[in-house]
């Protein structure tokens, strides 16, 4: 958090998402409390007192004082800790620094985001009047709808883990179900569930749970959004829609597009996922591999773009509006789902962490052998595209409305097109330096060499293979000189090999 602001580099500094300066030459200025709420509830920032924004956007100091640094610090933390300010102190002492900028005094306050269980940070004791965000480099209210969210993400009993008491279990589409159960007996044979029946087996992978109203079996949200059909599941989420779009011709609007809501197919996840993979890696080429007399059709790509696919559908808050979104384009895909991103943006990129905001839909998932459960799913999409040389994926939030988005590109990145380029030049100025070295090496032949070249052909005849030991004799000189002589001859191309490993003759070319 503290690489956040350097003092070193105040001159440079303008405001942005994560910096935002406060004159404080009154007190505490009332806006911080503002700024400190959007800070925590989005990606964290510095506060820094003490310092205004010129016209021209610059930074200039307002002239505090070390006599005003105690009253400020004792303000701050005492309203800190005022559940009537704040609902939550984030801050600990190491969070506060203190600099002097020529005769004037700045107070740098970090702020950290906060906890997915600690959000929403408000003020003012008003949850939704009282919570913002951050959104480039202005703090802006949240909408009830977005601190609903924050809501539902407090609790690790994720929003799919809801069992739905009014729905029978005969709302769910059995032949998904079944198909489900096909791909989770051809890839684990002999698992302990495959032997129960539909409804035992539904409660088992979390797509069904024992109702606390009725003592009755009922469906999951998770087994609904999995299982169900779209018009089943939008009366449990009104906002559910999953959407693919196909524009590989820029004349043509879409060359394909599937949507849940069209009513020629079921609409569930489950669907969605298989149909959707098998479109997008229509075009990734496979190289030719076998295992045991079998073609194997997959490659770190391919288990990326499930890894890709599943991620988006298993993150998804399906109460958001807008829905699913993946769009193939010709030489990109971009992935976007409802909600923002539990872990934080930079611990998705660096992974380690597994925080689903579907935690049920993700067990299924992982059933049938997609998906991640230990937090590298994304390093490994960033890594498979590293190996191919393409640009690098790029992962955005967008809030009001929360959206998550993933962009692959599969196309070179210009620094490896350069270092290949390079790498090409480098290959054929080699090859170069090697035949001019050959060519030299033959034009510079010494007296001696050429004396002992003129005794080894005297002493061929046409047509008759030698062995090299042969000629230590003839030319009186060791077996390593001798051989010397003879490997320059075959590259002036005067004596031709057998091209035997062991037991390698040599004979005089006819032409000589």
């Not at 200039?60 to 800790?81: A, C, F, I, P, Y």
Request: hydrophobic share 35%; with cysteine; net charge neutral.
């Amino acid at each position: 958090m503290k690489t956040t602001f350097d003092i070193t580099k105040f001159d440079s500094y303008r405001e942005n998402n994560r910096l935002e300066v406060k004159r404080a030459n009154g007190g505490l200025p009332v806006a911080l409390w503002v700024t400190y709420s959007a800070f925590a509830n989005t990606y964290g920032g510095a506060i820094i007192l003490g310092v205004k924004e010129e016209k021209d956007k610059s930074w200039k100091t307002t002239g505090l004082k070390v006599s005003d640094k105690d009253k400020l610090l004792e303000n701050l933390w005492n309203l800190l800790h005022n559940r009537q300010k704040v609902n939550v102190n984030l801050l600990t002492e190491e969070a506060i620094e203190i600099y002097d900028v020529g005769e004037d005094l700045i107070i740098v306050i970090y702020v950290p985001v906060a906890k997915r269980e600690q959000k929403p940070i408000y003020i003012n004791d008003d949850i939704f009047d009282g919570t913002f965000r951050r959104d480039h480099s202005g703090d802006y209210h949240c909408t009830k709808s977005q601190v609903k969210v924050m809501l539902r993400d407090q609790t690790d009993e994720t929003m799919d883990m809801k069992v739905l008491d009014e729905v029978p279990m005969e709302d769910l589409n059995y032949e998904t179900v079944h198909a489900y159960r096909n791909s989770h007996r051809a890839l684990r044979p002999g698992h302990p569930f495959e032997r129960l029946d539909d409804q035992e087996y539904l409660r088992s992978i979390g797509a069904a749970a024992i109702s606390s109203n009725d003592g009755k079996l009922h469906p999951t949200a998770a087994g609904m959004l999995m299982f169900g059909d779209e018009y089943n599941i939008v009366r449990q989420f009104p906002e559910y829609f999953l959407d693919y779009r196909e524009m590989l011709d820029p004349v043509t609007r879409w060359t394909d597009r599937l949507q849940s809501s069209s009513g020629e197919w079921s609409g569930n996840v489950f669907d969605f996922y298989y149909r959707v993979y098998n479109k997008i890696i229509k075009d990734i080429k496979v190289p030719f591999k076998t295992i045991n007399g079998t073609r194997i059709d997959n490659t770190p790509v391919h288990d990326s773009l499930r890894e890709a696919l599943a991620n988006c559908l298993v993150n998804a808050d399906y109460f958001g509006v807008r829905g699913v979104v993946v769009k193939k384009e010709q030489d990109r895909l971009i992935l976007e789902n409802p909600g923002s991103i539990r872990t934080g943006k930079d611990q998705m990129r660096i992974g380690g962490i597994s925080d689903p905001r579907n935690k049920v839909l993700l067990k299924m998932f992982n059933l049938v052998d997609v998906g991640e459960r230990a937090g590298s799913g994304v390093p490994n999409i960033f890594n498979t595209w590293a190996d191919e040389g393409w640009v690098e994926p790029v992962i955005e939030e967008q809030f009001n409305p929360d959206r998550t988005f993933l962009t692959l590109e599969f196309k070179k990145n210009d620094r490896k097109k350069a270092t290949e380029k390079n790498d090409r030049k480098k290959a054929t100025e080699k090859s170069d330096r090697k035949k001019a070295t050959e060519k030299s090496d033959r034009k510079e032949v010494t007296k001696r060499t050429q004396m002992q070249i003129d005794t080894v052909l005297e002493y061929m005849e046409e047509g008759k293979w030698y062995k090299a030991g042969e000629f230590v004799e003839v030319l009186g000189v060791k077996e390593t000189r001798t051989k010397e002589v003879l490997r320059l001859m075959l590259q002036i191309g005067m004596l031709e090999t057998n091209k035997a490993t062991k037991g390698k003759r040599y004979r005089k070319v006819e032409h000589m």
